[in-house]
């Protein structure tokens, strides 16, 4: 068998491999997930029932940080939205500890900020709870021997915290959205 034999023998079965993905590709039904077509078939796109959450008010300044990155992720910047048929309601923990402490002078290297929450889907419709789920975020800081440099590490911290459950948070209701029947 000639050269020229071959690469006509690899052309043809690769051609068919070709041939053959694509007729299975074909039968794919392939929907990209915050796609503004419809849920189910029918009614609101995964970006409208997400904005159909209402987030509900947290206390605290590190609260207050999650439920504006919770509104923006949900909306898109359009607000929270009042007589929603959803509600989310939250309740935030935030703590702080030091796994490393300088030998030589005892005080911390660095600090993880510790970040819960669990949060509540209501049907307000319906009047039940429709989802209970935590979500958890971890984030370090370096320390150094200035006092306000250390508070607003701290701070900038919390808030890279509550953007990373922001986005735990709005990747969970859009499973939900999108599996409930």
Known sequence: MSSVERKSGNSRGLLLTAALLAATLAGCQFQPMYAETPLQGSGPSLNQA????????????????????LIYELTGGQGNREGAPYRLTL???????SPVIDPQSG?????????????????????????????????????????FANMRAKRDAENRAAKVA???????????????T
């Not at 005080?107 to 789920?133: G, N």
């Not at 735990?168 to 999108?178: D, H, K, N």
């Open 50 to 69: 997400l904005r159909d959450v209402d987030v509900a008010f947290i206390g605290g300044r590190i609260g207050n940080e999650l439920r504006n990155d």
């Open 107 to 147: 005080r911390s290297a660095a600090q993880m900020i510790a970040f819960d929450i669990t949060y509540k889907l209501h049907d307000v419709v319906q009047d039940r709870i429709v989802l209970t789920e935590t979500a958890i975020a971890r984030v370090s800081i370096d320390t150094a021997g200035q006092l």
């Open 166 to 180: 922001a986005d735990q948070i709005r990747a969970r209701l859009a499973s939900y959205f999108l599996t409930r």
């Open 91 to 97: 309740v935030a923990n935030v703590s702080a500890f």
